[in-house]
């Protein structure tokens, strides 16, 4: 399998949050994260300073189609088998539109009461989308994804980038 053309990761900022609470919750290991509070170097080296907020940021794309294929939220009842899961994610790895569509779908509606918390305590959930121009023609994104989106608050950054 080639590497896709497109980047998707998770980003969520919150006042206090555990970090580790959410890669329970999504059963995935952020690239970066640190809790409220944390120490942190100061960026002229004269002392340490403490994270103001949480945050937990997780590339979405790597373990999709491995992640699909054991989602809960896509049942056998409906004839959906782990090995249809797992090529389900395998043919998204070359469309962003549908690994979007699916991330929202069977990853971040599946938590939407933990997304809706997180919000209402005053954090913020981001879907960050990097897209390259030189590979990729553009995608669409149906409406029942669009208003998942919007019923969750999720904020969705798209950026291109010529590589």
């Known amino acids: 399998m080639t590497a896709p053309a497109y980047c998707l990761s998770l980003r969520i900022r919150h006042p206090s949050i555990d970090p580790q609470e959410l890669s329970q919750a999504f059963a995935l290991q952020p690239l970066h994260a640190f809790r409220a509070g944390d120490l942190r170097a100061d960026r002229q080296g004269s002392g340490s300073t403490r ?14 189609s491995t992640a699909l294929a054991f989602e809960s939220s896509l049942p056998e009842a409906i004839g959906v088998s782990s090995v249809a899961r797992q090529r389900l994610g395998d043919m998204a790895m070359g469309n962003p539109g549908l690994a979007l569509s699916l991330i929202v779908t069977q990853v971040l509606k599946t938590r939407a009461e933990l997304l809706t918390r997180l919000v209402a305590e ?5 879907l960050l989308v990097e897209l390259s121009t030189q590979t990729l023609q553009g995608f669409s994104l149906a409406p029942p994804v669009l208003r998942a989106l919007a019923d969750l608050a999720v904020t969705v950054n798209v950026e291109f980038a010529e590589v």
């Open 122 to 126: 005053g954090g913020d959930v981001t």
């Open 51 to 64: 994270h103001a907020a949480s945050y937990w940021l997780v590339d979405l794309v790597p373990g999709l």
